[in-house]
């Protein structure tokens, strides 16, 4: 079984464009996935989640499942991501820290990253997918999720 971890821009931009009160069938197959451990959403993605308070209560039903990510050997690897990709996290924004954690726990458990950032060098920001083929670890959007993991709406 193929295991994604989200980043938090996927929670926003669904929360944004897709309401939970309109697209109930989706919202309901994204917990469906946590629950079945598909779909991991770790700590640090569920302390960047503040501006909305929907989606914050509803991933509380799930906080549970949340995968840690303040261990040792995660905390190790993030560092060393960071070392190795400074420009990952705006040292400046604390509400903006989880990519190093999500990076380094896909790295760890051999999950598949689902992001909506988009591939580029050279910005004043790394982004994850650049990361991600640096260290040969596998980074789909949500559309490409959709399509592997065979979505229909």
């Given at each position: 079984m193929n295991k994604y971890i989200i980043d938090?821009?996927?929670?926003?931009?669904?929360?944004?464009?897709?309401?939970?009160?309109v697209y109930i069938t989706q919202w309901k197959m994204i917990g469906e996935n946590i629950e079945s451990g598909k779909i991991i959403i770790c700590e640090a993605v569920f302390n960047e989640i503040?501006?909305?308070v929907e989606l914050k209560l509803?991933?509380?039903?799930?906080?549970?499942?949340?995968?840690?990510?303040?261990?040792?050997?995660v905390l190790i690897e993030a560092k060393v991501i960071i070392n190795d990709?400074?420009?990952?996290?705006?040292?400046?924004?604390?509400?903006?820290?989880?990519?190093?954690?999500?990076?380094a726990l896909a790295k760890l458990n051999r999950f598949t990253v689902l992001t909506n950032?988009?591939?580029?060098?050279?910005?004043?920001?790394t982004r994850i997918p650049f990361i991600c083929k640096?260290?040969?670890?596998?980074?789909?959007?949500?559309?490409?999720f959709y399509r592997i993991e065979n979505w229909k709406f």
């Open positions: 938090t821009n996927v929670l926003i931009d669904f929360n944004d464009s897709l309401p939970m009160d503040k501006k909305s509803w991933l509380e039903k799930y906080k549970k499942l949340i995968e840690p990510c303040y261990s040792d050997k990709y400074p420009k990952l996290i705006d040292i400046n924004n604390p509400s903006d820290q989880s990519d190093p954690y999500i990076i950032e988009k591939y580029s060098v050279g910005s004043k920001k640096e260290m040969s670890i596998k980074c789909i959007n949500t559309h490409e």
